[in-house]
């Protein structure tokens, strides 16, 4: 029989237990800088050293964390379902816990792209992306991230696998940033839609089952749940 097929959308809050930062729980600021500061097209533009060594930081604290029990406890979903991660985060923790099927909206931190030609990318060798370093058509390399006021490449794939979705899982996002947010309103509308958040004041039309509980906790257990339910 064909798999029932399972999306999670995950945000900073599933990568909170492994040390790393979300961005609207400190007072607004991330890793003490305002992300406007340091996360759009305009702060490369006008101080990209500055750019450069944030993410720098950003990219030694990403490769210092390790996945923790929800990065890991998605895995076993695949098992009994056709599991697709969307994440917004930038950091590799669902592919170091074993996740096959991971798209990231917002880039990732350990690769590098052309400030001119975006499609070329480059794998980082280490924590550090020096001034300097050039794609192979002679531009600077910057963090393949995707910055505010920049497109979005991959939502147009996450739609097409949400459409089909039977179950939505949310994890760990403050669903404020768009077009991610929006992937919620791209599911059939007879698909379950869960969301594990300690903190969430989420309103929406759709039913959502709400799991107020720390990613950590809340995820093992509904993994668990979605698994057995296959067995009966
Ligand atoms: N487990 C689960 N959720 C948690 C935990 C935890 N341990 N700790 C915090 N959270 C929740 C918060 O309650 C909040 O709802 O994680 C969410 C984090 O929200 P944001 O900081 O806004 O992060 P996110 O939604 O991923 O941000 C979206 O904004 O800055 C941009 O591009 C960046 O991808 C990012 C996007």
Known sequence: MKKKRIV?????????????????????LWEGHNVYDVATPEAWHRDPVMVQEFYNMRRRSVLAANPNEAHKALVQ??????????????DDLHERAGSGQVIHLHGIITKSQ???????????????LKMGELCEKGHQLRPHVVWFGEPVPMIEKAVEICQEADILIIIGTSLQVYPAAGLIDTVPPTAEIYLVDPKTTVHHFNKINVV?????????????????????
């Open 114 to 128: 052309s400030e001119r030609y975006p499609h070329l990318t480059y794998d980082i060798d280490g924590p550090d």
């Open 212 to 232: 107020q509980e720390k990613a950590v906790l809340g995820v093992p257990r509904l993994v668990r749940e979605l698994v057995e339910r296959t067995d009966t």
């Open 8 to 28: 999670v959308l995950t945000g900073a809050g599933i990568s909170a237990e492994s040390g790393l930062q979300t961005f609207r729980d400190a007072d607004g």
């Open 77 to 90: 979903l695949e098992d009994k379902y056709e599991v697709f991660i969307v994440t917004q985060n930038i």
